[in-house]
């Protein structure tokens, strides 16, 4: 580079000086004829600046979901996603192999059931089938949940009217069953982290790495990796977006229980900086029961059982109660 800012200067002082505390090795004697002397030559005291700048990530990385029909959300607790992400980071080689110097471990202890995230729960905003009553009364929150909000969708696919779901004489029934559905959908999310876990089946996933009990991943691209890689991808958009949130490590350190959980031979473990206010995303697409009729033939039922509403589930992360 030719711009003065990091062409080499003299300093006088001003560059940093050594703290006086640190003292200044004195010369063997045995290298020195008698008399010898050390000297400080101060007028040749400089300052430069590297050229280049310490960067972490080259873009910030924000993959994000294409087409959706609502989006709904729902508050979870941070510590309920946040306990199951660790990372190591401390190796000290000095070069550019970044997917063998950061590791990626997934708590199988601490992965949530269906009812800890509670999708049944998340109130549908930007996307609702309707936010009237019959009567033109603005339904309440509990009145916009995905379950309610979903049967509204069948109805107006159904009776070219969201206000027809009276017509149906097993309104809860049909409701139960999308919140059952939503828990399933957790349930096989679960399935996919434990699968990844620090106790992972490697058969099933050949990218995981370590012993029978403390499996880890390393880094990799979604698109020809790991699709499952999930603490990668989370270490990736927050490392990209939010650096400063990596300027403390210290204070990510896990407890000296989940570190022996998760890998006693790590040298040092860290949580994901997730925090209060974050969201995680996730995707639900919705299809009626594959017999479903329309009441107006087949080549109807077959266009309703075919239907699918997609909702962007919002996971608000919250301090605890």
């Known amino acids: 580079m030719s711009s003065s800012d990091f ?10 000086v050594v703290p006086t505390d640190i003292p200044v090795p004195a010369l063997s004697e045995a290298l020195l004829s008698q008399g010898a002397l050390q000297l400080s030559l101060i007028s ?74 509670g999708l049944p729960t998340a109130v549908v905003g930007n996307g609702k089938v309707s936010s009237v009553n019959a009567t033109g009364a603005t339904l309440s929150n509990s009145d916009l949940v995905v379950g309610k909000d979903y049967i509204r969708h069948l109805a107006n696919r159904l009776f070219n009217t969201p206000f027809g779901v009276d017509l149906f004489i097993n309104e809860y029934d049909l409701v139960t069953s999308v919140n059952d559905a939503l828990n399933k959908v957790w349930t096989s999310c679960a399935e996919d982290l434990q699968d990844n876990s620090i106790n992972g089946d490697s058969t099933a996933n050949t990218y995981l790495q370590g012993d029978d009990t403390h499996k880890y991943q390393l880094s990799g691209d979604i698109g020809t990796g790991n699709e499952f890689n999930f603490g990668c991808e989370l270490f990736k958009m927050l490392v990209s977006r939010a650096p400063s949130r990596f300027t403390d490590l210290t204070s990510l350190e896990v407890g000296s229980a989940q570190a022996s959980r998760v890998d006693p031979d790590a040298r040092n473990l860290y949580k994901l900086p997730l925090k209060v206010g974050d969201q995680i995303l996730i995707r639900v697409g919705l299809k009626p029961h594959p017999t479903q009729t329309s009441y107006q033939g087949e080549a109807k039922d077959q266009e309703i059982q075919d239907n699918l509403r997609v909702y962007i589930m919002a996971l608000n992360l919250i301090a605890p109660a």
Request: glycine share 4%.
């Open 7 to 16: 062409d080499v200067s003299n300093s006088h002082g001003l560059g940093g």
């Open 44 to 117: 040749l005291d400089k300052m430069v600046r590297i050229d280049q700048l310490g960067v972490i990530s080259s873009a910030p990385y924000n993959p994000a979901f294409e087409k959706w029909n609502a989006v709904a959300q729902c508050d979870v607790e941070l510590e309920t996603i946040r306990s199951m992400f660790v990372f190591q980071t401390d190796h000290f080689d000095v070069n550019d192999t970044a997917a063998t110097d950061v590791r990626f471990y997934i708590d199988s202890a601490n992965i949530p059931i269906a009812s800890a995230i």
